[in-house]
C-alpha cells in the first residue's frame, strides 16, 4: 500500500533536547512538507521540499531543521532553540505541478504529537 | 496580509444538511482545497476548485466564487462519521497553500 508513515505517534522530550521525526513517503512523490497544528489555528508550513538535496524554509522555520538526502524520507529536527515545540507535527508530500508550486492534492502521516516537558 | 476565515464550531443533526462557508482574502488565487480533519488524526482530501461554480462528489459539494473570495462546503444527509474538523486551504500567487483554522462539525443524533 501506498503511503505516508510517520514515527513515532507520540514524542515526550524534555526542554533543551533536540529531537528528530521521522517521514517516509513510498508515493513516488517529488514534493514533501512539514507543518505544525495548534488548538485553533491553520497549518503552518515549516518546511518544504521539491526535490532531494533541496529545500525552503516555510513561515516558522526558526528552532527547526529539516534533511533530504532520500526522495522518500523528509526528517524534521526540533531543536532547543525552538521555543515553544509542543504541537501536533504532520508531514505531506504531493507531485510537483507543471507550475512549479503547490497545485496538487496534498497526501498527509499519520502526525506526531510532541509534548516538552 | 493574507487570511482565510471559517466558523469556529457548526452543529447539525444526523440526517440533515449544513453548509461550512469560508472567505478568503489572499494575495492571488490558483485554487482552493477542502480536507476533513479527525480529532487526532491526518487530513484527508475533500475538493479542490478553481473555477467558479459547484462540484459535486456524492454527499459532498463544494462551490466557489472567486470574485466574491468564497467559498462553502455542503455536507448532505449528515452521518455520526461527518463529525470532525473540515479545513479550508487556497493556493497564492506564488503557488504557496494558505490555511484556515477549521471549522469544527458536532453532529447530533
Known amino acids: 500500500d501506498g503511503g505516508i508513515t510517520q514515527s513515532p505517534k507520540y514524542l515526550f522530550r524534555k526542554e533543551g533536547q533536540n529531537v528528530t521525526l521521522s517521514c517516509e513517503q513510498n508515493l513516488n512523490h517529488d514534493a514533501m512538507y512539514w507543518y505544525r497544528q495548534d488548538p485553533g489555528q491553520g497549518l503552518r508550513l515549516i518546511y518544504y521540499?521539491?526535490?532531494?538535496?533541496?529545500?525552503q524554509k516555510g513561515d516558522i522555520a526558526e528552532g527547526y531543521s529539516v534533511s533530504r538526502e532520500k526522495k522518500e524520507s523528509f526528517p524534521l529536527t526540533v531543536t532547543s532553540a525552538q521555543k515553544n515545540p509542543t504541537a501536533f507535527y504532520l508531514c505531506?508530500?504531493?507531485?510537483?505541478?507543471?507550475?512549479?508550486?503547490?497545485?496538487?492534492?496534498?497526501?498527509f502521516g499519520p502526525g506526531t504529537r510532541l509534548t516538552v516537558l | 496580509g493574507q487570511n482565510i476565515d471559517q466558523p469556529t464550531e457548526m452543529t447539525a443533526t444526523e440526517g440533515a444538511i449544513v453548509q461550512i462557508n469560508c472567505t478568503y482574502q489572499?494575495?492571488?488565487?490558483?485554487?482552493l482545497f477542502w480536507y476533513q480533519q479527525h480529532a487526532g488524526e491526518a487530513p484527508t482530501f475533500l475538493s479542490y476548485?478553481?473555477l467558479d461554480g459547484l462540484e459535486e462528489k456524492g454527499r459532498f459539494s463544494s462551490f466557489l466564487s472567486r470574485s466574491k473570495g468564497y467559498s462553502y462546503l455542503l455536507l448532505k444527509e449528515l452521518q455520526m462519521k461527518d463529525s470532525a474538523s473540515y479545513l479550508c486551504a487556497v493556493v497564492d500567487s506564488n503557488y504557496q497553500l494558505i490555511w484556515g483554522a477549521g471549522t469544527k462539525l458536532i453532529i447530533k443524533p
Open positions: 521540499s521539491q526535490i532531494v538535496n533541496d529545500f
Open positions: 476548485n478553481v
Open positions: 505531506a508530500s504531493s507531485i510537483v505541478g507543471t507550475s512549479g508550486g503547490v497545485i496538487n492534492e496534498q497526501f
Open positions: 489572499t494575495s492571488g488565487f490558483n485554487g
